[in-house]
């Protein structure tokens, strides 16, 4: 089981460039979640999905986030118009339905130039 | 919402001391409380799931202490090394929003030899 599995590792964009992360969920979980990183807000949930569905996305950013799970081996968050605010970690998590435990990925750091 | 409040930020003890962290939340309808490990660059892994029944749960090397009535969740790292140097961060969930974590703002321990 090669675990969450998130691409690419790093990315550095130009401010108000387009910058779209990928998360392969561990095979067999249904449930896929987002989280951001920032070493002054610490861990903020953005949004996450239950077989494919969206179920809450009340931490995503009005503007310029969105996410999609076009199936159920991948999702996917995208940022547009990328601001140097948005640099952090962006951590993608999978878990089963029955069980409340998240498995983390290694995380896509961002950096908007 | 759910907030959960981590204590110290930072921790630095000696090596064969003990490190206690503790996190404070908001919901008493949660039921689901973790513990996560972060070492440098790595993403989090899961040092140890605690139920709501479950007052004292001891793991290879710490301690997870619950506190319902305080609502209040402590972790101790008995006789740090180290291997132990890493964030470690608290996570609530109150089970009825599913699988969603609110997570503490996380705490750097550094075991000096």
């Known amino acids: 089981n090669a675990g969450v599995i998130q691409t690419p590792r790093h990315k550095v964009t130009g401010k108000g460039q387009e910058a779209t992360l990928w998360c392969e969920p561990i095979?067999?979980?249904?449930?896929v979640f987002w989280y951001r990183q920032t070493i002054v807000q610490g861990l903020e949930f953005l949004t996450y999905f239950r077989n494919q569905a969206p179920i809450d996305d009340s931490g995503m950013p009005k503007e310029r986030f969105s996410a999609q799970m076009p199936n159920q081996s991948h999702s996917t968050l995208k940022i547009q118009s990328t601001q140097p605010q948005d640099s952090a970690v962006y951590l993608c998590a999978s878990s089963t339905t029955s069980a409340e435990t998240l498995y983390f990925g290694s995380g896509t750091r961002l950096t908007v130039l | 919402g759910e907030q959960v409040e981590q204590r110290p930020p930072h921790l630095s003890v000696r090596e064969g001391d003990s490190a206690f962290i503790t996190c404070t939340y908001t919901?008493?309808?949660?039921?689901?409380f973790f513990w996560y490990k972060q070492e440098p660059g790595a993403s989090l892994q899961l040092l140890m799931k605690?139920?709501?029944?479950?007052e004292i749960n001891e793991g290879q090397g710490f301690t997870v202490l619950l506190n319902k009535k305080d609502k209040r969740l402590s972790l101790n790292l008995t006789a740090a090394h180290p291997g132990d140097s890493a964030a470690y961060f608290c996570a609530v969930s109150a089970g009825s929003a599913g699988n969603k974590l609110t997570f503490g703002i996380g705490t750097r321990v550094l075991v000096r030899p």
């Open positions: 095979s067999g979980h249904s449930a």
């Open positions: 919901d008493p309808n949660s039921y689901y």
């Open positions: 605690v139920f709501s029944s479950t």
